[in-house]
């Protein structure tokens, strides 16, 4: 077999235990609080500017910026909640969409007035792992690990917990949660506030291998929503799929054709899914 | 009645008069403001019935590109180009159209569906950067004042093109407005299920409005290609550009004929006020201002500035927005 197209699916796999964390945290916004933030990946992209400015500007050591990063964005997320989608709650799915779309304007301009369009790298190089003629670069190894223990994490959470309980409760059904004596907006705050820390985690582990700038979330933003609804909007499993797929063939296409090309692939692909299985590949 | 027509005529002849008296500068801007009230008003033909595309780029990529593409490679002239943008862009609406309508992909869905169209016409034109430039964009060949090629450095020309088909886009979006087409489609974005029960050919009626939206915002992709001589692929097709469609329309109001138009009107004024007061080292305060009045637009004033009069107006004129 063709050592560079093995090197370049093994790279597709590591790329896509960071986009099926981010899918996880969309997810879990949308099967829970029912809207989708299509602003996601600019949170992401405000918790990289976050990485970038405590470790390589303020030089704060990489672990405590890495958690003030998760932290903070976790906030950014309760914001978001608390200023944008609760006002707007019983609105028409389609107001909160385009009201998470003004965020995404107001971040990246934002980001474009504080920070200029520069890219700024942390200017961490971790080391490249040679295993038998296939190269690897250990940082997407290590984002590969810590995005697989976050999703255990997650779940553990989800399945362990009062809150956890809760919160699958109510995306199973949002009428009856009331009754059973859950607070319906702890919840909504909570995962919120989950769906937020997930995003920074991402933007840590993107921050290791990628220079930041105000429109990143541009690039792999429509991306995750991709990967999201081709594994079911809400479903976790499914959006864990999906990602393995989706990175399979931006790999591979990007090996076999371009980089953009095989982009082209995977959105030609996902509207076509969109049209013969609207509930996703492994819905019911 | 009488008294809108006096001032309908009144407003054209200020239009018609304003080349003549404003300097080159404002002249840049009112072309600016026609050309993206065109095309806004081109995406509240369908938004307003809750179609709600967020890859309206996708149209204005093809528009721009195609005839500029002819014209630099085979010297096809951009009367012929053009209709041939707005053809192919009428029939990508309608390859998209079709089965999201037929398979009832609507509100969030379609937005997403419509949202990946964009992007691969985005990256499309960046992966065949031979021929197009990539992300650097292209310049279409400048032969000075032709209406052979359609080039005009006379701002005047464009002033008045840009009028037409602004005055063009106007008719049409009041054409459906007035036409049996709207009650349907009103009805459609009310209750699919119950609109199709009574006999309404659902896909059809959305089909017809998708096309008649592609195929205007090709024309308008095009004009500003020819305007501005310089394409770039995220300037026509970027999320950015298909997203500041949605605002504009949004925050003019897109149930009233004139709503898109202040939309420009408004936006324009931002990115030219603030630029024009902080200077060019403040890039992204306009946009800044413009995301969190798209907030605000969605969370307090659905129906738009101008829909927010006539409410205003008149209390309960009128059936309630079609969200």
Not at chain 2, 106 to 128: D, E, M, P, R
């Amino acid at each position: 077999m063709d050592m560079f197209l093995l090197e370049a699916a093994i790279n597709g796999l590591l790329l896509a235990g960071v986009l099926a964390l981010l899918t996880l945290g969309l997810n879990l916004i949308f099967g829970v609080i029912d809207v989708v933030w299509i602003a996601y990946a600019d949170l992401v992209m405000c918790g990289m500017y976050a990485v970038y400015w405590l470790f390589a500007v303020y030089g704060w050591p990489l672990p405590l910026a890495f958690a003030v990063s998760v932290l903070g964005v976790a906030a950014l997320g309760m914001m978001v909640h608390v200023l944008i989608i609760a006002p707007i709650l019983s609105s028409a799915p389609i107001n909160q969409l385009l009201a998470t779309g003004g965020l995404l304007y107001f971040l990246q301009s934002f980001a474009t007035l504080l920070f200029t369009t520069d890219f700024r790298n942390i200017g961490v190089r971790l080391p490249i792992i040679e295993i038998g003629g296939i190269y690897i670069s250990y940082s997407r190894l290590l984002a590969f690990g810590v995005a697989l223990v976050g999703a255990t994490a997650l779940y553990l959470f989800l399945k362990r917990t009062y809150i956890g309980t809760a919160i699958r409760a109510i995306a199973q059904d949002r009428e009856i949660i009331g009754l059973m004596g859950v607070d319906q907006r702890r919840i909504y705050l909570v995962t919120s506030a989950i769906g937020g820390a997930l995003a920074g985690l991402g933007a840590c582990l993107l921050a290791l291998q990628y220079d930041v700038h105000p429109f990143i979330g541009n690039t792999f933003g429509p991306l995750i929503f991709m990967i999201c609804v081709l594994g079911g909007l809400g479903n976790m499993i499914g959006g864990f799929v999906a990602a393995f797929i989706i990175s399979q063939i931006i790999a591979i296409g990007g090996y076999y054709f371009s980089t953009e090309l095989s982009y082209v692939l995977a959105f030609m692909l996902f509207i076509v899914l969109m049209f013969i299985r609207p509930q996703g590949i492994v819905g019911r | 009645m009488n008294a809108r027509r006096i001032g309908a005529l009144t407003g054209l002849g200020v239009l018609l008069a304003l080349p003549f008296v404003t300097p080159a500068y404002f002249l840049h801007l009112l072309i600016q403001i026609l050309l993206w009230g065109f095309i806004y008003t081109a995406w509240s033909t369908m938004g307003r019935f809750g179609l709600v595309s967020l890859g309206h780029g996708a149209f204005m990529g093809v528009g721009a590109y195609v005839p500029a593409l002819l014209w630099n490679y085979y010297d096809v002239t951009p009367w012929l180009g053009i209709p041939l943008g707005i053809v192919l862009s009428a029939l990508l609406g309608l390859i998209i159209g079709y089965p999201c309508f037929r398979l009832k992909v609507v509100g969030h869905y379609f937005a997403l569906v419509t949202l990946a169209l964009g992007q691969v016409v985005l990256l499309s034109i960046v992966a065949a950067r031979d021929i197009t430039g990539g992300s650097l964009g292209m310049t279409p060949r400048s032969i000075g004042h032709s209406w052979y090629a359609l080039q005009f450095p006379e701002k005047g020309y464009f002033y008045a093109i840009a009028l037409l088909v602004w005055l063009g886009g106007l008719l049409v979006w009041r054409w459906i407005d007035r036409g049996i087409g709207r009650e349907a489609l009103e009805a459609i974005s009310d209750d699919e299920e119950a609109a199709a029960a009574v006999g309404i050919d659902v896909t059809r009626e959305k089909l017809r409005v998708t096309v008649i939206s592609a195929a205007l915002t090709a024309l308008g992709g095009a004009l500003f290609g020819q305007y501005l001589m310089y394409l770039n692929p995220e300037s026509v097709s970027g999320i950015g550009v298909s997203l500041q469609i949605v605002f504009a329309a949004i925050a003019g109001g897109m149930y009233a004929m004139l709503g898109p138009t202040v939309g420009a009107l408004l936006t324009i004024a931002l990115t030219e006020g603030l630029r024009v007061w902080f200077g060019a080292n403040f890039v992204g305060a306009a946009n800044a201002i413009y995301g969190i009045l798209l907030i605000l637009f969605v969370v307090f004033m659905p129906r738009g500035i101008l829909g927010w009069f006539e409410m205003a107006r008149r209390p309960r004129a009128g059936p309630a927005p079609a969200e």
